[in-house]
């Protein structure tokens, strides 16, 4: 199993940036492919962005394209999820996680039941 934490969440004016970041241990973090999810209170937990094992492939939900970029450094055991021009419905407790099964080198998973280690997530809030 990975261990996952997630830093970097906060609060945020509308239109502003944050960098979330999951740094992982407990095995050769090349292995995982990696995926970013949110959840906000009363609604069920959605992909944000999804990646590669080799970073070649990314996903991303619609509603985050052009604003969001996932990346990784597998030298540093972190995945990142750049959150730019954020608005209010951006707000939500924001998890990784990482798929250690079977998983290809290039390609994303983008469902939840893809995954098998999270992190405790991070919340973002973003005012209007």
């Known amino acids: 199993q990975v261990q996952l934490v997630e830093s970097g969440g906060g609060l945020v004016q509308a239109g502003g940036s944050l960098r979330l970041s999951c740094a992982a241990s407990g095995r050769t973090f090349s292995d995982y492919a990696m995926g970013w999810f949110r959840q906000a209170p009363g609604k069920e937990r959605d992909v944000v962005a999804a990646?590669?094992?080799?970073?070649?492939?990314?996903y991303y939900a619609d509603s985050v394209k052009g604003r969001f970029t996932i990346s990784r450094d597998n030298a540093k055991n972190t995945v990142f999820l750049q959150l730019n021009s954020l608005k209010p419905e951006d707000t939500a407790v924001y998890s990784c996680?990482?798929?250690?099964?079977?998983?290809?080198?290039?390609?994303?998973?983008?469902?939840?039941?893809?995954?098998?280690?999270w992190g405790q997530g991070t919340q973002v809030t973003v005012s209007s």
């Open positions: 990646i590669s094992r080799s970073a070649d492939s990314t």
């Open positions: 996680a990482a798929r250690s099964r079977a998983a290809s080198f290039t390609r994303t998973y983008a469902a939840s039941t893809d995954y098998d280690s």
